[in-house]
């Protein structure tokens, strides 16, 4: 076979071995892969797909005799997957957008028989291309070292392609873990420890209405955020967590974000329960109050929505549809439980309605008070164990003790509480002047808040008789 790429080309004459002439082909098949003069890869990849699909059929099979959907996932990962990443780094960056489409096509028929969420090629992939990258960090030989040391000690049901940690280890170390905030970073840490090494068993670790209203169960509030059904749901979950965490906690600190994370996830396992336990009322369908939900999704609904409300006006991908960030919650909600039947509606609505009590509800208030008290008690500790020393005499106020919680506000409100926090100082005494009469500090101190109004009320009439000059500039200008 001849491959040449030129627009006008002769036949070149045949060659010969020993008087012997060669007969030239248009394509040969090698290892399964068929190559062809101008290298296009159509007929592989139709010929990979047809054999997917032909055992697409024992997938549906066994979703008709009732197996469990890990059972399916393992099944899909070794028969299809297998097949659909033959040779994928020859023929898949010359491959078509059509031909991607199809292979796409796939997967998304798997994903509806099984009810789970499947990585797509190019996510495979990319997880191919960074094991290079990967294998270089200094670091890598200790994560080889410990991962192997953990999986000798882990429980029967996480033995397997553990490709969603794979994906996770990917994401990481293509983000840098230099990059990641810490309480993030921590949170993610969390969840994949716990599940290598599980707290407590999945069936006691999710939280039902049976579990947690009638047996009492309470701990499943702090557990069932923590756990993951597999190891694709800690991937997807915490991927959102990373780059939510990236934003949210760069704007709201370290402390409040953790504040944050912690009462979300009590409150979006609460109001779970209030809203499977109204429907079972409502419906006298008891089928309600025994579904056990898991995961750390419903808390990144409500992180969804923090973030919604702290960034406006963008733009955010649902499935790739470009939905008003205002939506996209909504959008991202239903998308995700048509695509995926499997998932939980109700923990995901959860999710969404604790945001909305913290971005249009008392929840935020009362969290900041909670802040503010938390560290004017800090202070007062203090302030106390300095006047009980054996040197004190006299009044001492420090005002600096302990920096206010301002990770609750947005960056306009923090902006005026830092000015007025400074205008509010209340400085030491100072000698008396020699001339004149002294003001009293809280006088000088109404004088200082005064005059930051009126500088304030003029630049705001500033900026307003500007813009209107440059409104009549452009009106002549038409």
């Known amino acids: 076979m001849i491959v040449d790429f030129r ?71 070794a028969i299809i997957e297998s097949i659909l990443t033959s040779s994928v780094t020859v023929w898949f960056a010359g491959a078509t957008v059509r031909d991607k489409q199809r292979l796409q096509r796939i997967v998304r028929s798997a994903e509806e028989v099984i009810g789970r969420s499947l990585p797509s090629l190019q996510d495979l992939l990319q997880v191919i291309a960074n094991t290079s990258s990967i294998a270089k960090s200094p670091i890598f030989g200790i994560v080889v070292v410990v991962f192997f040391f953990f999986s000798k000690k882990m429980r029967p049901r996480h033995r397997g392609s553990n490709l969603g940690l794979l994906l996770l280890g990917s994401q990481l170390f293509q983000v840098g873990l230099s990059n990641i905030p810490p309480v993030t970073l921590a949170v993610l840490a969390l969840n ?41 749901h800690l991937y997807f979950n915490m991927v959102s967590l990373l780059w939510k965490g990236k934003r949210l906690e760069g704007l709201l600190g370290g402390p409040f974000f953790l504040f944050v994370l912690t009462v979300f996830s009590v409150l979006t396992g609460l109001v779970y329960v209030l809203l499977e336990g109204a429907l079972t009322e409502l419906t006298q369908d008891y089928s309600f109050s025994m579904q056990c939900a898991v995961g750390f999704s419903g808390v990144l609904f409500g992180l969804k929505v923090l973030v919604n409300h702290y960034f406006p006006g963008s733009v955010s991908y649902v499935m790739g549809i470009p939905i008003s960030s205002r939506y996209a919650s909504w959008a991202e909600l239903v998308l995700i439980h048509i695509t995926s039947p499997g998932t939980s509606f109700i923990g995901h609505l959860s999710g969404i309605l604790v945001g909305l009590l913290y971005t249009s509800g008392p929840l935020k208030a009362v969290m900041q008070k909670f802040a503010d008290m938390v560290t004017s008690n800090r202070a007062g500790f203090r302030q106390r164990a300095q006047n009980s020393s054996p040197n004190y005499s006299g009044y001492n106020m420090h005002t600096h003790n302990s920096p206010d919680l301002t990770g609750a506000l947005t960056e306009e409100e923090q902006l005026e509480r830092a000015i007025r926090n400074s205008l509010n100082e209340r400085e030491p005494p100072r000698p008396a002047p020699p001339y004149g009469f002294q003001l009293s500090h809280e006088e000088m101190r109404l004088q200082r808040l005064r005059r930051f109004e009126q500088q304030r009320r003029r630049a705001s009439r500033w900026r307003l008789g500007h813009r209107a000059k440059g409104d009549r500039v452009l009106g002549l200008v038409e």
Do not use: N
Request: with cysteine; hydrophobic share 40%; net charge positive.
């Open 192 to 232: 994949a420890y716990l599940y290598l090494f599980p707290a407590a068993p999945l069936m006691k670790a999710c939280i039902s209405v049976d579990q947690v209203y009638w047996l009492k169960d309470w701990r499943r509030f702090l557990l069932s955020p923590l756990h993951h059904a597999d190891d694709m």
């Open 7 to 77: 627009k006008s080309t002769v036949p070149p004459p045949p060659p010969s071995v020993m008087d012997s002439p060669i007969t030239s082909v248009e394509s040969f098949r090698f290892l399964g892969t068929t190559i062809t003069q101008d290298l296009k890869w159509e007929p592989t990849i139709s010929s990979l797909i047809k054999k997917a699909q032909q055992r697409m059929y024992f997938l549906r099979q066994l979703r008709k005799a009732k197996l469990p959907a890990q059972m399916l996932v393992q099944f899909y990962t």
